[in-house]
């Protein structure tokens, strides 16, 4: 068969009329109307279009809906890491603050300086930190890090605070010591030491009980311990010219002699580091000085044992 002759069959087919009935169930009217099979075959293909498409937008809709849904869960598991991350960081940058406090005030105690360019540049702001969006799983291992050394700084900081506790009892048994050198702006050599001496009076040998520290009239003459007055006075026999006498902590007593004016009455609390008085030139003295004692009981002790002690004494020494 020639393809015209197929081709004229083909049109005469779908050209063809069809006589569609519609019969009610009930009693009524039937209804029926002619069609061609070509509007049927196209209206069969339209339908079947229709279909397709609604059931294929029905499918590309719910795996759009499970894809928003698993970023939701997404958004929301890195959205609480990142929470969780944020705290951590507050919790490090709070124990670093208390840990550096406590550092501060050790390092202070030990009258440490620190150089300028050792200090930290950063301010502890978590600006920085707030524009993060999504969490991978690497981070979780930096917020376990986080946690260590958080943890770290706050087992570090018991010992560092247990070295300030101890600093500020070695500080406070000091000040409870005559281990303060009683004259501001004394001068490190002294006129006379303690022991045997030549008196400057009688040019005799004699025990010197103190020493003697040379210094201009009207340099303050402070307390070398936290104590009690219990005398100052002119001294009676004249020989100590105006003396202060002070009662320590653990039976020491100190004495302050030839002053040239009392700053302080009997029965004054005094601390350490207090002006008693000022050099002056009372008494039986050949020069501008103080004569400092320690005494123990009854036992007198050399000064310099006990003014040696702290760490600054060379500072005084050099003024």
């Not at 061609?36 to 498409?53: D, E, N, P, Q, R």
């Not at 302080?264 to 000085?289: A, D």
């Amino acid at each position: 068969m020639s393809t015209k002759a197929t081709t004229k069959k083909l049109v005469s087919v779908f050209t063809k009329k069809i006589t569609v009935m519609l019969i009610p169930h009930e009693q009524g009217k039937s209804v029926h109307f002619r069609v061609s099979i070509s509007i049927l075959v196209l209206t069969a293909v339209l339908l079947g279009i229709m279909v397709f498409g609604g059931v294929f937008t029905a499918l590309r809709y719910t795996e759009a809906q499970q894809a928003v849904t698993h970023e939701q869960e997404i958004f929301v598991e890195s959205d609480t890491q990142l929470a969780l991350i944020l705290d951590e960081v507050e919790g490090l940058i709070s124990s670093y603050d208390i840990f550096d406090a406590s550092l501060q005030s050790t390092v202070d105690d030990l009258d440490i300086t620190v150089p300028e360019s050792l200090n930290p540049s950063g301010t502890g702001d978590l600006t920085s930190v707030s524009g993060l969006r999504e969490v991978t799983r690497d981070e979780v291992a930096q917020l376990y890090n986080l946690r260590e050394l958080r943890n770290s700084l706050t087992q570090a900081l018991q010992p560092v605070s247990e070295i300030g506790r101890v600093l500020s009892q070695e500080r406070s048994l000091l000040a409870d010591l005559p281990t303060l050198w009683p004259v501001v702006g004394g001068k490190s050599s002294l006129s006379m030491e303690y022991g045997p001496n030549i008196h400057p009076y009688w040019d005799e040998w004699q025990l010197q009980p103190g020493i003697t520290i040379p210094g201009s009239i009207g340099s303050p003459v402070i307390s070398s311990a936290n104590g009690t007055v219990v005398e100052a006075h002119f001294d009676p026999l004249g020989q100590k010219g105006n003396t202060v006498e002070i009662v320590h902590k653990y039976g020491f007593r100190t004495r302050y002699s030839h002053l040239g004016s009392l700053l302080v009455r009997e029965g004054q609390e005094v601390y350490q580091g207090q002006q008693l008085g000022i050099i002056g030139r009372t008494g039986m003295s050949v020069g501008t000085y103080l004569e400092f004692q320690v005494m123990l009981g009854t036992e007198i002790l050399d000064p310099m044992d006990f003014l040696k002690i702290r760490s600054d004494y060379p500072n005084w020494a050099s003024n």
